[in-house]
């Protein structure tokens, strides 16, 4: 068992590497009733291409399966996961996204029991062709949700207009007609290979035993051998730097046009410590260029083109990231045009120093409190482990930014050649 502590926080890290293969880290938090632990393999959605582990050749499987597996591993020969949670007191979920799959639970009381129903049920799968048939039709009522969620549409058509052929241009859940074409033998494929423990990581957050809680996972693991160093081949197809489509729009039923901005990022390529200080940078800049004490913030509420709905986010990964701007609006391309012309303005012009301190401090105070937050810490934590990075780096990379840093990224990154606006209209 390894400890470090992180002094700027006031945290401690304990980390164990099992004879399974898989890591195990513990954030302790002393005194607090609340207990956390996640789960998560190193796959998602994007992960549609790849030489399974055993086998010398690639395969394709369809899109969705990433989400269809993780429905299909809380169903039991004897019955539903839920049922065996909600006996012990405690809340456990599960999601998929691009990158990750992770299952949670959250608990004051039980801790170590719910701890090896976690470990177990995940390492366990049971997939048979009546149970797969049975999960198609209802995944495919949630693919026909998200269909009509003008939220999800808006988003995922932004996606496709920055993206020629990236699986990230694909939604979670495939489509209907590719959950059609799943079956237990690609399931067992996409878990045999995924859910090695050498691609997974737990991560455990509360007051309690970390050489206890081992204990619980090493004899829920006791069957599992180590594969060593696992290192999955995945297969991407090349993206163009370029967007694929400049608008989309789309009639649903909603009272107020919705759109989002799109700006495809093309400085791609690396992980770790790179990737997540270009995430600070850009993180700051959106808040510095669109955040609510934004000179265009003020403007666009003022011209009445905006409305409390209006933000920001930036997603970076390897091989892809993009940062999108949406809200609500009566005239989605005037909002546009005004946020070009003034992202052409803060070029000539320069980032305002007074606003990047007083943003950066801003930054590093809510990251601070972000560490009172159990699923905050266990959430950024998986995230950064499966990027290479570490949730404790962030507060030193953050320190070190400068101005200057934030300029070359606007001018990399905000760039008139690499914008799509997606518009869901009424």
């Not at 989002?260 to 790179?274: A, E």
């Not at 409190?369 to 990075?389: C, G, H, L, P, R």
Request: net charge negative.
């Amino acid at each position: 068992m390894e400890v470090s502590t992180h002094d700027k926080l006031n945290e401690k890290l304990n980390f164990a590497k099992l004879d399974s293969g898989l890591n195990v880290f513990h954030i302790p938090k002393k005194g607090y009733v609340e207990k956390y632990a996640m789960f998560s393999t190193n796959y998602g959605s994007n992960d549609n291409k790849f030489i399974p582990i055993g086998e010398t050749e690639a395969i394709e499987v369809p899109e969705g399966i990433a989400h269809f597996l993780e429905h299909k591993l809380f169903e039991e020969p004897t019955g539903n996961i839920f049922a065996k949670f909600s006996e012990l007191g405690s809340y456990v979920n599960a999601f998929t996204n691009f990158n990750q799959t992770s299952y949670l639970f959250t608990c004051t009381d039980k801790f170590y029991e719910n701890l090896e129903v976690l470990v177990k049920f995940v390492q366990n799968p049971y997939f048979t062709d009546e149970n797969v048939e049975k999960e198609k039709g209802i995944i495919e009522q949630e693919i026909k949700m998200y269909d009509d969620s003008p939220n999800w549409k808006v988003f995922s058509n932004c996606l496709k207009g920055m993206y020629h052929y990236h699986p990230v241009r694909i939604d979670i859940a495939g489509t209907v007609e590719s959950i059609k074409k799943i079956n237990k033998e690609f399931l067992y494929k996409c878990y045999n290979t995924f859910y090695s423990l050498e691609n997974m990581v737990l991560v455990m957050v509360g007051d309690f035993d970390f050489e206890k809680a081992l204990e619980v996972v090493n004899n829920a693991l006791k069957s599992s051998k180590s594969k060593g160093d696992l290192n999955i081949k995945r297969f991407y197809p090349e993206e163009p730097k370029h967007i694929s489509e400049s608008i989309l729009e789309e009639r649903l039923q909603v009272s107020s046009p919705l759109f989002n901005i799109g700006f495809k990022d093309i400085d791609l390529g690396y992980d770790g410590d790179m990737l997540l200080k270009k995430e600070i940078e850009t993180n700051i800049l959106l808040d510095l260029l669109f955040g609510k004490s934004s000179e265009l913030y003020q403007k666009l509420y003022e011209d009445g083109l905006i409305n409390n709905t209006f933000g920001s986010q930036y997603i970076g990964h390897k091989d892809y990231g993009h940062s999108i701007i949406g809200g609500e609006s009566v005239e989605p391309k005037k909002v546009l045009e005004t946020i070009i012309k003034y992202l052409e303005k803060i070029k000539i012009n320069g980032l305002n120093e007074k606003d990047f301190i007083r943003i950066k401090k801003k930054s590093l105070g809510y990251h601070i409190m972000d560490f009172d937050s159990i699923e905050f810490i266990a959430n950024s934590f998986t995230s950064y482990y499966f990027k290479n990075a570490s949730l404790f780096e962030y507060m030193n990379i953050l320190e070190n930014i400068s101005l200057e840093d934030l300029q070359k990224r606007l001018e990399k990154h905000f760039r008139e050649d690499n914008f799509v606006i997606s518009i869901v209209n009424p």
